[in-house]
């Protein structure tokens, strides 16, 4: 099993440009989220999804659109890239009945805005 | 609402020292502490967790106890190794998300 997948692994984009970060999960995992990791402010949610078809806003959402077509696939997109968006952007997921519980993480997409 | 209060770092320490990083919270209800560890350029692993009230979670000779009354989840090894070096982030569950901490940064000296 690879876990949590996130693509790409770096990044720099130009402020107004379009980007989405792809998050893979082969453990049938219910449920899926997006992050950013931003010194000294911990992880913040941005977006979740509670299954297929389904997403809700986090505590940041603002800038950020996602989609979830797929169990396995969680998008994370940016419309308009601004240089607040640069952070390390952390995906997760955890397994039916677990929503609560353990999350897994992929390793990190760094996105840098100039 | 639901936050996280952990001790600020960096903290740096010498192998086989005693290492405690404290951690409170406040929410509604009663919700699942957590404990998750961050290697240089890796993502978050869960290190350990509780469930319920005076619960002690362990690993990798880590200890944590839910502890109701002073709402906290505070971390302590016995004797630290220069692997254990690593950021640290205490978080609670709530309704299918988690809220973390800031983090604290440990480097352990050999």
């Known amino acids: 099993n690879a876990g949590v997948t996130q693509t790409p692994k770096f990044r720099v984009l130009k402020t107004g440009q379009s980007m989405t970060l792809l998050c893979a999960q082969d453990m049938n995992h219910e449920y899926m989220y997006w992050y950013r990791q931003d010194p000294g402010m911990g992880l913040r949610l941005i977006h979740y999804?509670?299954?297929?078809?389904?997403?809700a806003k986090g505590e940041v959402p603002d800038g950020y659109n996602v989609s979830r077509l797929k169990k396995q696939n969680f998008l994370l997109g940016l419309e308009s890239a601004a240089p607040s968006q640069t952070s390390v952007y952390f995906c997760?997921?955890?397994?039916?009945?677990?929503?609560?519980?353990?999350?897994?993480f992929g390793p990190g997409t760094r996105l840098l805005v100039l | 609402g639901n936050s996280v209060t952990q001790m600020e770092g960096p903290v740096t320490l010498s192998e086989e020292a005693f290492l405690t990083i404290n951690c409170t919270y406040t929410a509604t209800g009663y919700p699942s502490l957590f404990w998750y560890v961050q290697y240089p350029g890796e993502g978050l692993q869960l290190l350990l967790k509780a469930t319920k009230a005076d619960d002690k979670g362990s690993n990798k000779g880590f200890e944590a106890t839910y502890r109701k009354e002073t709402t906290s989840f505070h971390l302590e090894k016995g004797s630290v190794q220069v692997s254990d070096s690593a950021v640290y982030f205490c978080a609670l569950s709530n309704d299918y998300k988690l809220s973390f901490g800031a983090g604290t940064t440990v480097t352990v000296r050999a």
């Open positions: 997760a997921s955890s397994p039916p009945g677990q929503g609560e519980e353990t999350q897994y």
């Open positions: 999804s509670v299954g297929e078809g389904t997403t």
